[in-house]
């Protein structure tokens, strides 16, 4: 990893601060000032910051805050210009949580599909869910989905009135960090303790019976 940072002019992070404070911690070889810093806050305006650091010639390093760069993140959009200019793309080894939520939860590892964000709206919200179980139920295929941090738990609220009791539910709730857990269980026994996910970052998979 650190050989990795030394060979980079330009990072590119979802965080700036956090980043220079965690390169700062991996080894004193690494000088964070030497670098050029953009944020992907704007992402037009990281996309145009970008393809100037390509031309310039620049070795680029993309940064996530959590997971993995360009799975469920910004830096898909940066890879995307990387790959149009038919420049060099470099995957490094990291966690990714969603694959992490998946190998914890006991469900199908062979079949799965990774959805984002589900609506918002309450209706739609439970439409899709309940296209999520019956594609589960037929495919026997491991549904995957995020929510914004906040909403964590009007979106357990959905899953627990619009699911089936026997289809399993897995919580994966903080991975990687020191209050992580996963647990899978039914519907109807999700019902009897529902847990509190209130700002916490969650992945959740749904398996119908």
């Not at 940064?63 to 799975?71: D, H, L, R, T």
């Not at 939860?105 to 609506?119: A, T």
């Not at 296209?131 to 627990?160: G, H, M």
Request: aromatic share 8%; glycine share 6%; hydrophobic share 40%.
């Amino acid at each position: 990893m650190v050989t990795h940072i030394l060979s980079c002019q330009v990072f590119f992070a979802e965080n700036e601060r956090t980043t220079r404070r965690y390169f700062k911690q991996l080894h004193k070889a690494i000088v964070i000032d030497d670098y050029e810093w953009f944020t992907m806050d704007d992402p037009e305006q990281a996309r145009i910051q970008f393809r100037q650091k390509i031309k310039e010639g620049k070795t680029i390093g993309i940064v996530s805050e959590a997971g993995c760069p360009g799975i469920a993140d910004p830096g898909q959009q940066l890879i995307a210009v990387a790959q149009e200019m038919n420049v060099p793309v470099k995957p490094l080894t990291g966690p990714s949580s969603i694959l992490l939520a998946l190998m914890a939860s006991g469900m199908n590892g062979q079949h799965f599909s990774f959805h984002g964000y589900l609506p918002i709206e309450q209706a739609q919200r439970m439409k899709a869910l309940k296209e999520l179980e019956q594609q589960s139920a037929r495919t026997k295929c491991t549904q995957i989905f995020i929510e914004t941090p906040y909403r964590n738990n009007q979106l357990v609220e959905a899953i627990l009135k619009t699911c089936q009791p026997g289809t399993r539910l897995c919580i994966a709730a903080g991975l990687t960090g020191s209050a992580e857990w996963v647990k899978t269980k039914t519907i109807a026994a999700w019902k009897k303790e529902i847990p509190g996910l209130h700002k916490r970052p969650v992945i959740f998979l749904l398996q119908a019976g």
